[in-house]
Structures are given as C-alpha cells and as structure tokens.
C-alpha cells in the first residue's frame, strides 16, 4: 500500500463486504495501530482475521515477517526488502512451516524474480527462492512485483 491512506480505505470498504483475512505490504502506520493489525518487527507487513470464522490460535512475528495460527491454516506474511539478505527470513520461515502439520499460506513480497513466476529473468534471490519453497513443498506463485 505504500503507507497510503487512502489505499487502506479502499482496503477497509472492500474488507467490509465479507472478507475473511487480510494481508497487506506496508500499511498506513497510524491506521495499522488504530485497528489493532498484527504486524512484523519493522511494521512493513500486518494481518488480520475480520471473521469469528476465522479463529486466531495463536500469533507472532520477526523481523520481515508476521504469522496467524487460525487453527486448521497457518497464514505467513513477509517483506524482504531488497537490502536485507534473503536466507535469514527463508531459515526462519522454514522452522516455522517444520513446527506446525497443517495446511500453510505463505505470500508477500520477497523481492526476487524467477521466470517461475512470470518474471522475464531469475536472479539469485529468485532461485534461492524457487529451492527453499519446493524443499518445503510449497509452490511460489508470483511475489508480488511480477505481473
């Protein structure tokens, strides 16, 4: 969202014709804080349930990353920016996924272009990408600065 106000606006208004769950790159601060999103270290990454359907078990965060148990689901949201190095988050992503047995969402933007995902070129972080998600039997459908 780019901190934008009036994104997280938009957000809310199409939020309020029954959306479940939530997940947004670089929320607008001050309204992130009013309604209590659950955010990572760096708040450049927030989730939230809008549905008692949707029970949070438990939650937590580090740094680029922020994660809701919501019992039969775990949702992960992760920024990478590109100045940060790649594998520290991806270790950290891999112990979270090997801690739990249930069905697991990982999406964000992890600033790495693989032709995997409709990139026109794989850099290395999209090839360090493209292994670590198929080692833990997930697929990376696009990472969010692909078409």
Known sequence: MNNSLASHDAIMEIVRRSVDLVVVSEPNDRKMQEES?????TCNMVVR????NIPIVRHG??????WLDAAHILVC??????NVELG???????RLKNAVC???????DFNAKNVAWGGGVTDRR????????AGLGLICLNDGDQP
Not at 77 to 82: C, E, G
Not at 126 to 133: A, Q, R, S
């Open 77 to 82: 949201s992760v920024y990478v920016s590109p």
């Open 61 to 66: 965060a580090g740094l680029g990353h922020v």
């Open 102 to 108: 249930k069905e697991v969402v990982i999406c964000g």
């Open 88 to 94: 520290v988050t991806l270790d950290e992503l891999s």
């Open 49 to 52: 349930s809008f549905s008692s």
């Open 37 to 41: 999103w659950l955010h990572d270290a």
């Open 126 to 133: 999209g090839l360090l990408l493209e292994e670590v998600m």
